[in-house]
């Protein structure tokens, strides 16, 4: 197992602990920046400063709306795919399982661009679509750009959690169906009743990974706000970190962020796991 802790060592608590020693300095200039720069210890200075913030605590606003949106879609999608393929009257099982994990095979970045060029009316065959039959949709405006985001992250993660569901489906024992088929449950109540139930925990776990995925959400407002007005450049908190550190040099600041948002991952990992158990034991 040395091998595995030395990796992790250096991968994962290094840099976490230099995260955490950045976050405590920061760099000042003197003689109206024409003297150089030097580090001054801040204590919990760029905690305060990113806190005080009102983009910084906007974007967590932001990202919050967005969760609201984007994890009933993406777990209730999946699930609902995992479901009808493991039907008894589902045909064609290994292509649908396959026809739904290819979108989780295109890289993200990938991913946005071509969901850009399908919101850009200008573009857009939907557009275009839509206009034979007199009406149009901006998917890029205001009211609507959250939507088109979540659409485009559940696109690429659904068939790949409904993998995972489909999986688990796979160890409900067949002879505990039947007999629930022969108790008259048809088939959308033995979904409901039998095979949901005893898939819980990979539910639990995938809105738990889900969760924690979307407070880090980066590509899709970044590649979405080239055309998209109503998103600024420090939408999510990982983009203010990604602007703080590589835009504004402030290194200390974006070190700070980064762990408060991590706090925040792992507090919403607790509270998911808490919620988890408690379904278990109800």
Known sequence: MAPFFLLFIAVMIVPIGYAIWMSLFREESSGLGFGGSHTVFTGLGNYTRALGDSVFR??????????????????????????????AMARAKKFFQLAYFLPHAVPGMIAAIIWVYLYTPSLSPITQFLK?????????????????????????????NMVIFYAALQAVPRETLEAALVDGAGHFRTAVAVKLPMIRSSVVLTMLFTAVGAIQLFTEPEILRA???SLAPEWSPTMYIYQAAFSKHDYGTAAAASLMLA?????????????GNRWKEA
């Open 263 to 275: 706090v925040l991952g792992a507090l919403l990992s607790f509270v998911i796991t808490k919620f």
């Open 132 to 160: 034979t039959f007199g009406t149009s949709w901006d998917f890029l405006g205001n009211d609507a750009v959250l939507f088109s985001m979540a659409n485009a992250a559940a696109w690429q993660w659904i068939g790949y």
């Open 58 to 87: 906007d974007s967590f606003l932001h990202v919050a709306l967005y969760c609201l949106v984007y994890i009933p879609l993406m777990v209730g999608g999946a699930l609902a795919l995992a479901l009808l393929v493991d039907s």
């Open 227 to 229: 055309k998209a007005p």
